[in-house]
């Protein structure tokens, strides 16, 4: 089983600053199969970027996804009110389970 | 549009059965794979349990193998997961998704709470 490690747990910013989000795997994750969800409060999760970079549909160019092998970003270039959440990476490769992180924490400074 | 819709949750018993069931619609059902994925109120999220969308293959957690069960209806557009043998730790919100092997959970229902409580 792959295991992801989100750093850092919380991360306290203000609107308009640049917000970097890290998943670490425990072993290689195949193919680039990761994807970043974001979940409001009282929300299911939503989906954000799939194969490490790709934006899903009708996310706005402000978040983007980087990495391979085994470390990964999430980055919010310009963060929106809207942004502050919770988010999570996930691993969906060619093996089961398909195992989520911890979560990160984005709050208001 | 594409919608997924939950249903069947409730209070079980230790030992006890649930049978929830998405229906799914806006999308051509036999074309994605489907996954649930649950969540302790206030907790992460757990992957519990995928299905190929002819049917075929199927995948488990290993906190549920040999106690839940993943199925399809391409016919009806259901998804259906048999959940057995329950225990107090199965308490959560339950979502249904679109995606499996290769492919990203791209859409959520809104969730259906399970609770297994004495």
């Known amino acids: 089983e792959i295991v992801l490690t989100q750093s850092p747990g919380t991360l306290s910013l203000s609107p308009g600053e640049r917000a970097t989000l890290s998943c670490r795997a425990s072993?290689?994750?195949?193919?680039?199969?990761l994807a970043w969800y974001q979940q409001k409060p009282g929300q299911a999760p939503r989906l954000l970027i799939y194969?490490?970079?790709s934006r899903a549909t009708g996310i706005p160019d402000r978040f983007s996804g980087s990495g391979s092998g085994t470390d990964f970003t999430l980055t919010i270039s310009r963060l929106e009110p809207e942004d502050f959440a919770v988010y999570y990476c996930?691993?969906?490769?060619?093996?089961?389970?398909?195992?989520f992180g911890q979560g990160t924490k984005l709050e208001i400074k | 549009e594409e919608q997924l819709v939950e249903s069947g949750g409730g209070v079980a018993r230790p030992g006890g059965s649930l049978r929830l069931s998405c229906a799914a619609s806006?999308?051509?059902?036999?074309?994605?794979?489907m996954s649930w994925v649950r969540q302790v109120p206030g907790k992460g999220l757990e992957w519990v349990s995928g299905?190929?969308?002819?049917?075929?293959?199927?995948a488990y957690a290993d906190s549920v193998r040999g106690r839940f069960t993943i199925s399809r209806d391409n016919v009806k557009n259901f998804l259906i997961l048999q959940m057995n043998s329950l225990r107090v730790e199965d308490t959560a919100l339950y979502y249904c998704?679109?995606?499996?092997?290769?492919?990203?959970?791209?859409?959520w229902g809104q969730g259906i709470l399970v609770s297994v409580s004495s």
């Open positions: 996930q691993q969906y490769g060619s093996s089961p389970p398909f195992t």
């Open positions: 998704t679109r995606g499996f092997l290769g492919g990203p959970l791209d859409y």
């Open positions: 194969g490490a970079s």
């Open positions: 299905i190929k969308r002819s049917g075929d293959t199927t």
């Open positions: 806006g999308f051509t059902f036999d074309d994605y794979g």
């Open positions: 072993q290689s994750v195949s193919s680039s199969y």
